[in-house]
């Protein structure tokens, strides 16, 4: 069973930045895709960045042009740079492959002055 573990959270200044990353236990080449996801207190999970097999990327339009997903193959590690970022995009973020497992404890993000 791959094992997915979030790590790279923390609390931010608003226009900070931070790099969230996604380890797997197995490769990430043999997912069909790879996406980091975020909830917010009170508010649905949403899908926040994807990246596929081919290295397609999708964004939100909440953090286009703000946060940017990739990969490293060797390492089987996925990551969010996130930047300018706002209170808004205080959540617990996660990640998960397509298709999904089991949601893990993901990585809290906090911006705030």
């Known amino acids: 069973q791959v094992q997915l573990v979030e790590s790279g959270g923390g609390l931010v200044q608003p226009g900070g930045s931070l790099r969230l990353s996604c380890a797997a236990s197995?490769?990430?080449?043999?997912?069909?895709?790879m996406g980091w996801y975020r909830q917010a207190p009170g508010k649905e999970r949403e899908l926040v960045a994807r990246?596929?097999?081919?290295?397609?990327?999708y964004y939100a339009d909440s953090v286009k042009g703000r946060f940017t997903i990739s990969r490293d193959s060797a390492k089987n590690t996925v990551y969010l740079q996130m930047n300018s970022l706002k209170p808004e995009d205080t959540a617990v973020y996660h990640c998960?492959?397509?298709?999904?497992?089991?949601w893990g404890k993901g990585t809290l993000v906090t911006v705030s002055s």
């Open positions: 990246i596929d097999m081919f290295g397609n990327t």
């Open positions: 998960n492959k397509e298709p999904p497992m089991p």
């Open positions: 197995g490769s990430i080449l043999s997912f069909n895709a």
